[in-house]
């Protein structure tokens, strides 16, 4: 069973720094890109980065490029986001995906910016 | 950037009728690499379609995607009231991934 664990979420002061992490099970890892995509309260979905399976291909949205940095450790079938100069507007839930397209997602974990 | 809108923003449908979402994209995606989610309240997307028209593993027929180049149509042939739910097209022609504004189907 292919499962998604992200975990590394919580409260942070606007300009404060945060590091997410996915787990991942169930299937061979290392063979995939991965996404981070977020949903703000209330809000849709919102595509945040990319990275291939052997990290050579990094894509991000316009609305997080030079703050946040994707990146991944396939010995430890694990995905990260180290997310910097946070703003009240990256407040969301943050989920790993399979990419391009995702079949599987995990339960997604909370970030929360606010003074 | 691929701009992805969808219309209309919210249908309102009653059990048993047909539902016929809408998603338009501001140039062509590639290869009709398009997807479909569906979104229900306090839980993570569940993929629906990909490539324009293939359903997902374990998504009933009832289900259909269509469309090419700049639209694209997820249809409902007759509403269950688990259907009831958010709906997202995604375009992955591009390396920049891009999502619609989504879709909610509620009960009339």
């Known amino acids: 069973e292919v499962q998604l664990v992200e975990s590394g979420g919580g409260l942070v002061k606007p300009g404060g720094s945060l590091r997410l992490s996915c787990a991942a099970s169930?299937?061979?890892?290392?063979?995939?890109?991965m996404n981070w995509v977020r949903q703000a309260p209330g809000k849709g979905l919102e595509w945040v980065s990319s990275?291939?399976?052997?990290?050579?291909?990094?894509y991000y949205a316009d609305s997080v490029k030079g703050r946040f940095t994707i990146s991944r450790d396939n010995p430890k079938n694990s995905l990260y986001l180290q997310m910097n100069s946070l703003r009240v507007e990256d407040t969301a839930i943050y989920y790993c995906a399979r990419a391009p397209f995702s079949p599987n997602w995990g339960q997604g974990t909370l970030v929360t910016v606010s003074s | 950037e691929i701009v992805l809108t969808q219309s209309p923003g919210t249908l309102s449908l009653s059990p048993g009728e047909r539902a016929t979402l809408s998603c338009r994209a501001s140039?062509?995606?590639?290869?009709?690499?398009l997807a479909w989610y569906q979104q229900k309240p306090g839980q993570a997307p569940r993929l629906l379609m990909y490539g324009a028209s293939t359903r997902a593993t374990g998504i009933p027929d009832r289900f259909s995607g269509s469309g090419s180049g700049t639209d694209f149509t997820l249809t409902i042939s007759r509403l269950e009231p688990e259907d009831f739910a958010v709906y997202y097209c995604q375009q992955y022609g591009s390396s920049l991934l891009t999502f619609g504004g989504g879709t909610k189907v509620e009960i009339k």
């Open positions: 990275i291939s399976s052997s990290s050579n291909y990094i």
């Open positions: 140039q062509s995606v590639s290869s009709n690499y």
């Open positions: 169930g299937f061979t890892f290392s063979s995939f890109s």
